[in-house]
Antibody, heavy 118, light 107 residues
Framework: EVQLVESGGGLVQPGGSLRLSCAVS????????MHWVRQAPGKGLVWVSR????????RYADSVKGRFTISRDNAKNTLFLQMNSLRAEDTAVYYC???????????WGQGTLVTVSS | ETVLTQSPGTLSLSPGERATLSCRAS???????LAWYQQKPGQAPRLLIY???SRATGIPDRFSGSGSGTDFTLTISRLEPEDFAVYYC????????FGQGTKLEIK
């Protein structure tokens, strides 16, 4: 059974940092592109970042470029999102998602809430 | 950036009725890289349709997708009580963008 479990969310002050993790199981992690998608409270889905199975081909949404860093540890079957210089508008549930075929997201984690507030 | 506009914003129907949800792109979506997701309150999205018309694993055949270019449709042939949720379209032909969502509510 494919499972994705995010962790690391919480309350952080503006300008602060947070590192999200997504532990996966049930599939060959290194063989899949992975993504982070976020959803602000009561709002729609917004793509954040992606990474290829070998850790290459990284891309970011313009809204997080230069502040967020995506990475992965294939030996530990874990995806990461390092978030720096956090802003109030980064407040959202952050989901990790597996890339199904060419960019749709076929499996999602349950999400972890990040709240940026003083 | 390819902007996706979904209509209507809210659709009120009864169980057993047919639902038709629209997704229009600001530019042509290459290779029909268009997906549909269902999201219920407090849950992660679930992939329903990819490649504009292919059903994802385990999705009932009352869900169908159609369209190409800039106009796409998700059809639910006969609504079940569990189908009332928010639906998002997503394009992945040029980066990744989502529509704003259509809320399907019980009439």
């Amino acid at each position: 059974e494919v499972q994705l479990v995010e962790s690391g969310g919480g309350l952080v002050q503006p300008g602060g940092s947070l590192r999200l993790s997504c532990a996966v199981s049930g599939f060959t992690f290194s063989g899949y592109w992975m993504h982070w998608v976020r959803q602000a409270p009561g709002k729609g889905l917004v793509w954040v970042s992606r990474i290829k199975g070998d850790g290459s081909n990284i891309r970011y949404a313009d809204s997080v470029k230069g502040r967020f860093t995506i990475s992965r540890d294939n030996a530990k079957n874990t995806l990461f999102l390092q978030m720096n210089s956090l802003r109030a508008e980064d407040t959202a549930v952050y989901y990790c998602a597996r890339d199904g075929t060419s960019g749709n997201f076929d499996y999602w984690g349950q999400g972890t809430l990040v709240t940026v507030s003083s | 950036e390819t902007v996706l506009t979904q209509s209507p914003g809210t659709l009120s129907l009864s169980p057993g009725e047919r639902a038709t949800l629209s997704c229009r792109a600001s530019q042509s979506v290459s290779s029909s890289y268009l997906a549909w997701y269902q999201q219920k309150p407090g849950q992660a999205p679930r992939l329903l349709i990819y490649g504009a018309s292919s059903r994802a694993t385990g999705i009932p055949d009352r869900f169908s997708g159609s369209g190409s270019g800039t106009d796409f449709t998700l059809t639910i042939s006969r609504l079940e009580p569990e189908d009332f949720a928010v639906y998002y379209c997503q394009q992945y032909g040029s980066s990744y963008t989502f529509g704003q969502g259509t809320k399907l509510e019980i009439k």
